[in-house]
C-alpha cells in the first residue's frame, strides 16, 4: 500500500476503509460525479480497497468527455475560418470530432491557442481588433462564471470581436437523465464538491427526494472521497436519502451568490447533447438574447449537422454507470490515449484514460 | 481542468469597476493575475480558489496548503505553467 503515503493522513485513511468495511452489509453502486474524483479514486487505488459490495461506477462529469462531437466539429469549422483565432483549454484539442481534432487542424495551419482563462481571450480581441476572438466555452457550472465574466468584461470594454462558442453543460438534469433510465442501476451519488461551491445545494433536495437516492456533496482527495462513501453507505444501509455535504470547507449551502448573478446575467438554460448520452433537456447554458451579440453560433451562423458517433466507443454505457472501462472491446488496443477512439481516452479526468494510466491499480 | 486551484492574494489592483477588481495570486510561488469580483470580501493574505482564472471561494490557510499540495502530487497544477 505503498500509495497511501501520498493520502493527508494514512492513518486515518486506514481508520476509513475499515469503517466502510464495517458498515456495509449489502451490495451498493456509488456514482462520482466528478472526472478529478473519478482520477483521484482510481490513481489512489481506493477502488482496490474497497469492499467487493460497493461498485464505483464513473460518471459524466468530464467536460472533455461529454462536449458533443457537433460542437468540436463547431469549433473546428470556426478554427479554420481566415480571421479567427479560436482560443480553448488545451484539453479539448485531442478530442476527436466527426473527422479530426483541433490539434489536427492547428498543426494544418489553423490560428488555435491554449488559454488558462476566458479572460485571457477578452484581452487577446483587444490586442488583435482586425481578428475575431472566439472562445470555446466549455465546461460544467464550475467554470461557466468564467466564462458569463467574460462576455460581461467584453461588453462593458466595448469590445465587439469577441465571442464564445457556449457548450456548458450541467449536472443535475444529467443525474436525473441516468437515475429515470429504466437500466439504471446507481444507489447513491457523491456531488462534485467545485460544482457547488458555485451552485450550493438547493437543486439536489428534489432529486434525492424524487428517486430516494442519497446525495452527498464530496471533494476530490482521497480522505474526501472516502468520507464520502463513508457518509452514502450509511444513509443507504439506514434506508435514508438524505443531501449531505462532506465537501463544507469549501461548500456553502446557497453556493456563490455574486458567482451565480453571473451565470443568471449570461447564459439561459436550453437543451444539450451529451456526447454518448444523447440529447438532455434543459441541461446546458446558452448565451442570452441580451448577449447574443457574443453568441459565436449566431455570429457566424453556424448550422453543423449533427454527427454520427463512433459505435465503437461505449463511453455513453460507462458515463450511465452501466459498464467499466476494461469491459470496452477497445480499451489498450486500439483506443489508448495516444491514438484515442473516444473522448473519455483523451483527458486524465476521463475514466478510459484513468484506468489506463494507473491500470496496474485496477486489474 | 475541472478542479480549482488554491492560492494567496499577494496584492489587489484596485479597479473602479468591480467587474473587473484582480489581484496578484501566488500559487506555490507561480505568480499570476486572477479576477477576484466573485469574492468581494477576500483581501490580501486571504486564500482563494481558483478556477480559469477567476477566484471562486475563500477557504483557510490550512487548507489551501494540504490542498495545493495534493494538486501538485497528482499534476494538476501543471495549468499554471502553460505560458
Ligand atoms: S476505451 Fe476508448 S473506445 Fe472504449 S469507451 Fe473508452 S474512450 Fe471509448
Known sequence: MKFLSEYRDPELARQYFEEIRRVTTKPWTLMEICGGQTHSLVRNGILDLLPDKITMVHGPGCP???????VIDEAIHLAQKENVILCSFGDMLRVPGSSKSLLEVKSAGADVRILYSPLEAVQLAQQSPEKEVVFFAVGFETTAPANALSVIQADKLGVTNY??????????????????DPENKIDGFLAAGHVCTIMGMEEYYPIAEKY????VVT????????QGILMTVMQLEKGEYKVENQYARSVQREGNRLAKDSIGKVFTIDDRQWRGIGSIPQSGYEVNERYKKYNARLKFDLNIPLAEENKACISGDIMKGLKKPVQCPNFGTLC????????PMVSSEGACAAYYHYSDKNN | MCLAIPGKILSIIPKTDETFRMGK???GGITKEVNLSMVPDAAVNDYVLVHVGVAISRIDEEEAKLTFEYLKQIGETNELNDE
Open chain 1, 64 to 70: 472533455v468527455c461529454v462536449t458533443s462531437i457537433s
Open chain 1, 163 to 180: 465571442s464564445i462558442l457556449a457548450s456548458h453543460v450541467l449536472v443535475p438534469p444529467a443525474m436525473e437523465a441516468l437515475l429515470s
Open chain 1, 212 to 215: 430516494k437516492t442519497p446525495i
Open chain 1, 219 to 226: 471533494g476530490f482527495e482521497p480522505l474526501d472521497l472516502l
Open chain 1, 336 to 343: 489508448k490515449p495516444e491514438h484515442p477512439l473516444g473522448a
Open chain 2, 25 to 27: 495570486v501566488s500559487f
